[in-house]
């Protein structure tokens, strides 16, 4: 089938290389406008924008898919089918008509769970033990259409949303193939959604990762694995002498379960440097000091002179 790809984010980076490994003939791709990143606010083109020029494809940024000239330069490929995977805007029925099979999209969980912008990090924050890559028809209502395939996985213990949304985005490349090729000979099967059953990711904000040490340790643990690398999961670093306070980003943690707080407020250092929570205490093993590279709580401490009392604190929004 002639396919017209839109996508922005390095999710679907794996999905584009196995259409264009396969029989299906990837004719045309539309991904979001090149923007300002970095300290040096330099634009950065998309991800996809840079494989689709790297691997030859016809592309356009576009920070309208539904306006006319655009539907008009994707008309003019053909297209059979169109795919959609982590693109950043919502498709028109102006442009699903373009297509004879209109279009599907790739998602990351098991639908109707998690419908929304951020289902990897929602996912590890809620303590789920299960999720997976569910294939949909593109639907007016967000994540809502016909389920074509799922496959699912489980989330292992200590895994960030990073490293889970690696894997999730190699294990979508060969079923979304597979579902293709079904569309293409008529084999394919499409499942109403039950939305009785459905649950929301929304898209995060920074202040979604303050941490607030009252939480159990194991709330926090999870927001530290789901918040990484973004927005991250943040808070402010006090010695107990003196007023200066730094930002830092909490990238790793274990749970210490058996510990007694003997009184010291949450957020505080303990005997052992482990921080006290709302229910037993965390152990960190990574930190990213604002402005600063990943190091280990070790080194952090060291540089610092890190010592009993000292405490995390909660940025407030």
Same mark, same amino acid.
């Given at each position: 089938?002639? /396919?017209?790809?839109?996508?922005?984010?390095?999710?679907? /980076?794996?999905?584009?290389?196995?259409? +264009? +490994?396969?029989?299906?003939?990837?004719? @045309?791709?539309?991904?979001?406008?090149?923007?300002?990143?970095?300290?040096?606010?330099?634009?950065?083109?998309?991800?996809? =924008?840079?494989?689709?020029?790297?691997?030859?494809?016809?592309?356009i940024e576009a920070d309208d898919i539904n306006a006319p000239q655009v539907i008009e330069k994707i008309a003019a490929y053909k297209p059979e089918l169109i795919v959609v995977i982590a693109f950043g805007q919502k498709i028109g029925k102006k442009l699903l008509e373009v297509a004879p099979n209109a279009a599907v999209n790739v998602h990351a969980?098991?639908?109707?769970?998690? $419908?929304?912008?951020?289902? *990897?990090?929602? =996912? /590890?924050? %809620?303590?789920e033990t299960e999720t997976g890559i569910s294939i949909i028809t593109v639907a007016e209502k967000m994540d809502a259409g016909d389920i074509l395939a799922q496959l699912s996985t489980p989330i292992e213990p200590g895994q960030t949303a990073g490293h889970l949304h690696d894997r999730?985005?190699?294990?979508? +490349?060969?079923?979304?193939? &597979?579902? *293709?090729?079904?569309?293409?000979?008529?084999?394919?099967?499409?499942e109403k959604q039950d939305d009785s059953k459905a649950t929301q990711a929304p898209k995060l904000k920074k202040s979604d990762g303050f941490l607030d040490f009252a939480e159990p340790a194991e709330v926090l643990r999870r927001k530290i694995m789901g918040f990484w690398p973004w927005p991250g999961a943040a808070a402010l670093y006090q010695p107990k002498k003196g007023s200066k306070h730094e930002r830092v980003t909490i990238a790793g943690a274990d749970i210490v379960w058996t510990k007694d707080s003997q009184g010291r407020p949450p957020g505080t250092l303990d005997e052992n440097l482990d921080v006290v929570c709302g229910k =037993?205490?965390? $152990? /960190?093993?990574? *930190?990213?000091?604002?402005?600063?590279?990943?190091?280990? @709580?070790? +080194? @952090?401490? %060291?540089?610092?002179?890190?010592?009993?009392?000292?405490? @995390?604190?909660?940025? &407030?929004?």
């Open positions: 089938m002639r /396919i017209v790809y839109l996508g922005s984010g390095r999710f679907g /980076i794996p999905c584009l290389d196995a259409i +264009a +490994a396969s029989s299906h003939r990837l004719e @045309f791709v539309v991904t979001q406008p090149a923007k300002a990143a970095g300290r040096g606010r330099k634009r950065r083109p998309t991800p996809v =924008a840079l494989w689709a020029n790297d691997h030859s494809i016809p592309h969980s098991l639908l109707p769970k998690y $419908r929304g912008a951020a289902p *990897i990090n929602w =996912a /590890i924050v %809620n303590g999730l985005a190699e294990m979508a +490349a060969p079923l979304l193939v &597979e579902t *293709i090729n079904k569309i293409a000979d008529g084999t394919a099967a499409y =037993a205490a965390l $152990r /960190i093993t990574q *930190i990213k000091p604002e402005g600063s590279r990943l190091m280990t @709580f070790a +080194a @952090f401490v %060291n540089g610092r002179a890190t010592r009993p009392g000292d405490a @995390f604190k909660k940025i &407030e929004p």
